[in-house]
DNA sequence: CTTCAGAAAGCGAACATTCGCTCTATAATC
DNA sequence: GATTATAGAGCGAATGTTCGCTTTCTGAAG
């Protein structure tokens, strides 16, 4: 076939990273085949090579993509002006991640993404550099929320803003491992030790 | 040889396990072949077969060992009687996490683990269990601090201990993909949250 | 105390299978 | 007819596992 449009290209681009997640939340990035991928994909093996240059690059561009996605959400509601209540935002965030569980598979593949980063160097930095980042931005949440008064003022918000990123890490792993938690039990949860009366649990909000 | 003594046997085993939880610390769980082990451990193809039925049962057998040592840790340390303030609870399971961490490889080879959960139903299971358990001795300690006085009473204790692993499994999470946290500053920001003033940091403890 | 038959641990070449990937013929478009 | 994406048979390397042989030690017989 001649020449075929950009759009054309990159639809077969996002074709392939489609069947690919399917194949790797059923059977993880190893444990699947080229063979799998591309049936999945209803292409043949000289297809797929024109777009990817190998299995490891697809598995990183997978990676980058869906990591790409949950930084970008996080960065969106973390630096919110005005910022809200850190419980709201936290509520927010996590109303976000329910969505992906569901939806796409974009948190699952995370994970399995942090598992690959514990020995593969690539894996490492991407995951460091995102997530750095996104620390960052809680710290910042941290540090406005000190300036309105929410928190005490007199101390370093950078650990503040690593324990709201820890416990929305600790809520992904317990919806993905365990289950039988919910959004709004969870962050009454941490409404709870934040000192927070059961009654000024946070307003719904208004996004999705 | 003929009867070999059982500590023998118990031995061998060790030493599989050991030099299989090197490699896959290295190259992960898929990636590391069973020559690498078979080599690492300094054995024979066939010996290695005499202790285990498969590559499958190793990985097993090693994520079992390896969960099992995180549950035993945390249930210890969950349980105490008298239970101390829950921020010096945390302390001691951040303590316990970093020495595993530096130590042998037992929370990285969880995190790992991790990973496969989501895609493999036998390790789900695995998981699903015994971080349930822990989990559910979170929730004991939470309703023993709000007997005490140390968290508001009349609210559900389940939440609040999901926070609390949620905060846990956060910290190993930034200690093994970003690094840049440290067990006392985490802590110093689970206190601010907390709405613990910076002075009454939790005391140095007595376990280790 | 010596001998030796038997049992079990250890060994590693060989096996079938599966893997990721290449390569050339095909066929579709301009 | 020129161009080029697609197809899919097939390649070589690597994989997990098996199987028959060797080595090592036990324990009973003499």
Redesign the interface.
């Known amino acids: 076939m001649p020449r075929v449009s950009e759009a054309h290209l990159a639809a077969r681009r996002e074709q392939i990273i489609d069947a690919a997640t399917r194949c790797?939340?059923?059977?993880?990035?190893?444990?699947t085949s080229m063979q799998d991928v591309i049936k999945e994909a209803g292409l043949s093996v000289g297809a797929f090579y024109r777009y990817f240059d190998s299995k490891s690059a697809l598995i990183k561009a997978i990676a980058g993509e869906k990591i790409g996605i949950v930084q970008a959400t996080a960065d969106h509601l973390l630096r919110q002006d005005p910022a809200p209540p850190v419980l709201v935002v936290i509520d927010d965030l996590l109303r976000q991640i329910d969505i992906n569980l569901t939806d796409d598979g974009t948190v699952?593949i995370a994970?399995?993404?942090?598992?690959?980063?514990?020995?593969?160097p690539e894996f490492?930095a991407l995951?460091?550099e995102i997530?750095?980042r996104i620390?960052g931005n809680a710290v910042a949440l941290a540090r406005r929320a000190q300036e309105n008064g929410q928190?005490?003022a007199?101390?370093?918000p950078?650990?503040?803003?690593?324990?709201?990123?820890?416990?929305?890490?600790?809520?992904i792993?317990?919806r993905?491992?365990?289950?039988?938690?919910d959004r709004e039990?969870?962050?009454?949860?941490?409404g709870?030790?934040?000192?927070a009366?059961?009654e000024d649990r946070p307003p719904r909000v208004t996004t999705g």
Chains 1, 2 share one sequence.
């Open positions: 790797f939340l059923r059977n993880g990035f190893h444990q699952r994970v399995q993404v942090w598992g690959e980063a514990v020995h593969d490492a995951i460091s997530y750095g620390r928190l005490a007199d101390v370093d950078v650990p503040i803003g690593a324990a709201i990123f820890g416990l929305i890490q600790g809520y792993l317990q993905v491992l365990i289950g039988e938690v039990s969870y962050v009454s949860g941490i709870t030790l934040m000192g009366g059961p």
